[in-house]
């Protein structure tokens, strides 16, 4: 075992005569976007006391050796900051993590899942094969990727274009492929442009390697041999109830590692089938192969069959584990799978590139039939995800979870439709650029046919669903506006003694009905994902039986549904366009710019708290530093000096200490007291991952921790009221929230505010009265608590990092 924070002897004033108040801190973390230390603690010179670069505490310099002279904090607590934010937008690689969105999405899914009736084995049995679903749905992703990686670089350039001499003619860099020279053969043109897809796989894997090794392979603090206790030991907070508070949780090194593997094989037998199908017809079509080449492609169709097998086994076989750290790595899985796959892919490109010189290209390659079954096989895993989603509900109903426990399933098929839209829009950029502004695909049997078929029906979807999404917005603004008109008339006689002022009052209300909005997204996104899987069911119908594109297969219709076909695929194409370079633009931008990569580092704040339980290609769970990082200075700080501690969080920085107390041993847990404001908590959290944050784990958070305090604002889009998740009676003392705020803190212009007050709606809640008056009150209510008998915690041992150790198997349901 490596040694934690070194045992600091208590201070001379132990060892005999009157004990002091122990010391106190504050513990501030912030939200999304990420305040800078010297914003947090309104100190233009802090100074990082631990931490890196990545991640740090900072104080005030003049507070740096506080320990050593508590007396100079009487009756005020030590103000100390947790700074993040880099974790979701350090270097310029972040800029990368935009191509793995959809990932994260699908990543999402997982946790969204309803939770399951405890002691329940058909239950058991439905949270694996909600997680198993989630996980197939994951590696169809990756798949559909590379397919579109090989759909650009093999069938639009190394078979069309570089077969076809008009295409060739206006390119001279890709002469030397042209029909006649020794790259001119389809196979060995297939072959060299696989190397595109194969690199792009070859990324994947290594960005996932390098955040595997920087965040999931960070050993957790485990219990003390001699019975002392640690950060997310096995008396960590909430038990069964609070699945957050397992040792585990937080330490995902095997099953990322297994998926990794996984998905890279996936990803490489992709590139080799698409390599390999053409190269097989034509050597079972073509009399003059030998019997040898032939056999050599049977035997690659079957090796191909059987990689593919292994790969889907290696992710529906396990799980998640989090009753404990799992240190174990499958070696075998992790080595061979991605090994062997390279090895097929190597002899695969090798019979491709064997001579055939009667082969001549022509039409397209087989792009229809595969993205039309990795969109059936997406829908049909939705559909399934949704009944067992559905089952899981019926057994919890109340939950509170978001789309009556579909929120898992809406999400996963944004995830899909988002997958599905940027690999569609790549190619059809890149056969717009091919064919320079021709159609593709008209008319029939044009020279470069251009991409599948599907990808043409999938971008004319595209108009009817922003009309409709238009009109929820229309619907969902509508209401808003009556609200506010209402919220209007009664804002005035909150503020006794103030003349009314419309214009002032209208401000108010319309910052209140803006911010309820946020209670409307669940059944927004869910009509959202609804029409997505009716129009994408649509699209693939009509690519798989007329065969045309939507302008020529309604050509023959009535003029004004064929005018119609045309007009929504080339606005769905131009739409794509727009969306795609935009999205490259933005990529660059954030490449070369730290603000704007801090503003998609917001988007990273609430996508990748979550592990990456499903897939291994998403961005990186900064939790998995963020959490052990908190805990162990809670725990390190209060076994140190035997102080009071208030973890202090704003927005996204509430669910993180909220976590980290999770991880807390009882022990540092009576030392420590959760000041949450503008928390998405019970709002968001709650609602989008009941089994993580619904009632049942908020109200054992509630009973483990009966110093919480809760401030929220009814202007704050994001934060909300705890409350309701903990029911009434759910813990002991005082009730958990405080609010809703006045915001503004002032109505209107007096001599004590001759300038009108800003709408602070989801910032600077430190700004308010309330906020130090709570802090001061909970940090009072520790005292007591400690005058009362609790143990000084000044003797024990600090923490320990996790050694392997054998592992038990895990509770039902722990291992979805």
Request: hydrophobic share 45%.
């Amino acid at each position: 075992m490596l040694e934690g924070p070194p045992r600091v002897p208590p201070p001379p004033h132990t060892r005999g005569g009157p004990v002091p108040d122990p010391l106190s801190l504050e513990l501030l973390v912030h939200g999304v976007a990420g305040a800078p230390p010297g914003e947090l603690l309104r100190d233009p010179h802090p100074v990082r006391v631990t931490g890196d670069s990545t991640a740090a505490v900072f104080r005030r310099a003049e507070d740096a050796d506080a320990e050593a002279h508590p007396g100079r904090y009487a009756g005020r607590p030590v103000r100390e900051a947790y700074c993040w934010s880099r974790l979701t937008s350090g270097n310029g690689a972040r800029a990368l993590w935009l191509l793995l969105l959809p990932f994260m999405v699908v990543n999402l899914a997982h946790w969204a899942r309803p939770p399951a009736r405890a002691r329940d084995k058909a239950a058991a049995r439905a949270v694996r094969t909600y997680g198993l679903l989630v996980r197939v749905l994951a590696l169809s992703l990756t798949v559909l990727l590379v397919a579109a990686a090989c759909e650009v670089a093999l069938d639009l350039l190394a078979w069309q274009c570089a077969g076809n001499s008009a295409c060739t003619a206006s390119r001279s860099w890709l002469g030397f492929a042209e029909p006649g020279r020794w790259w001119g053969q389809p196979g060995r043109r297939l072959a060299l442009g696989a190397l595109v897809p194969a690199a792009l796989t070859g990324l994947l894997w290594y960005l996932s390697n390098r955040t595997w090794s920087a965040y999931e392979s960070q050993s957790p603090p485990a219990a003390e041999p001699d019975g002392g206790a640690s950060p997310g030991g096995p008396e960590a907070a909430g038990g069964e109830d609070a699945p957050l508070g397992r040792p585990g949780f937080w330490y995902g090194r095997r099953i990322v590692a297994r998926l990794r593997a996984a998905h890279t094989a996936a990803g490489l037998l992709t590139v080799a089938v698409a390599v390999a199908v053409p190269a097989v017809r034509h050597d079972r079509a073509d009399a003059a192969a030998g019997p040898a080449l032939r056999a050599t492609g049977w035997a690659l169709g079957a090796l191909l069959a059987a990689g593919a097998a292994i790969v889907l086994w290696v992710v529906c076989r396990r799980g998640r584990s989090e009753a404990r750290p799992d240190h174990r790595l499958d070696r075998a899985a992790i080595t061979l799978l991605p090994g062997g796959a390279l090895a097929l892919l190597a002899a695969v490109l090798l019979h491709a590139c064997w001579s055939r010189p009667g082969w001549v290209a022509a039409g397209r390659l087989p792009g229809d039939f595969t993205f039309g079954v990795l969109m059936l096989g997406q829908g049909g895993c939705v559909l399934a995800l949704a009944l067992v989603a559905r089952r899981l509900h019926r057994g919890a109903p109340r939950t509170g979870a978001a789309l009556r426990g579909l929120g898992g399933p809406a999400v996963a098929m944004l995830g899909c439709a988002l997958g599905g839209v940027m690999s569609g829009g790549v190619a059809q950029r890149v056969a717009d650029w091919i064919d320079g502004g021709a159609t593709p695909g008209t008319p029939p049997g044009a020279a470069f046919p251009g991409p599948p078929v599907l990808l043409s029906w999938q971008a004319a979807v595209l108009p009817p669903l922003l009309i409709a999404l238009g009109l929820l917005a229309a619907g969902v603004g509508s209401r808003a506006a009556l609200d506010r008109r209402r919220s209007a008339a009664t804002v005035a006689a909150e503020y006794p003694g103030e003349p009314p002022d419309a214009d002032r009052s209208r401000k108010i209300a319309g910052a209140r009905a803006a911010a309820a909005l946020t209670d409307s997204a669940p059944w927004f996104v869910g009509a959202v994902s609804g029409i997505t899987l009716l129009l994408g069911t649509g699209a693939l119908a009509g690519a798989w039986f007329t065969g045309r594109v939507p302008g020529e297969a309604a050509r023959d219709t009535q003029p004004l549904l064929a005018a119609a076909a045309r007009a929504a695929q080339d606005t769905g194409s131009w739409l794509i366009g727009i969306g795609i370079a935009a999205f490259a633009a933005w990529g660059r931008r954030a490449y070369r710019d730290p603000a704007a990569r801090r503003t998609i580092g917001i988007l990273w704040d609430v996508g990748t708290f979550w592990p990456r339980a499903a897939h291994p290609f998403a961005p990186p769970c900064y939790a998995e530093r963020a959490v052990p990082d908190l805990a162990w200075r809670m725990t390190a700080w209060t076994a140190r000096t035997g102080g009071r501690l208030v973890i202090s969080g704003h927005s996204q920085g509430s669910v993180l200490a909220a976590a980290a107390v999770w991880q807390l041993p009882p022990a540092t847990r009576r030392r420590v007291a959760l000041l949450t404001y503008g928390s998405p908590l019970a709002r968001l959290y709650g609602r989008w991952f009941p089994d993580c944050f619904g009632p049942g784990p908020l109200a054992a958070l509630h009973r483990d921790l009966d110093c919480w305090r809760n401030l929220w604002r009814s202007t704050d889009p994001i934060g909300g009221p705890i409350g309701g998740a903990v029911g009434a009676g759910a813990g002991e003392g005082d009730p958990v929230d405080l609010g809703p705020l006045r915001d503004p803190l002032a109505y209107g212009r007096s001599p004590r505010d001759p300038l009108p007050a800003p709408i602070l709606r989801h910032g600077d809640y430190q700004a308010d009265p309330a906020f130090d008056a709570e802090r001061d009150a909970l940090l009072a209510r520790l005292a007591a608590a400690a005058r009362a008998g609790v143990p000084d915690t000044r003797d024990l041992p600090g923490p320990r990092i996790s050694a392997p150790r054998p592992e038990r198997a895990d509770p039902p349901g722990t291992g979805a």
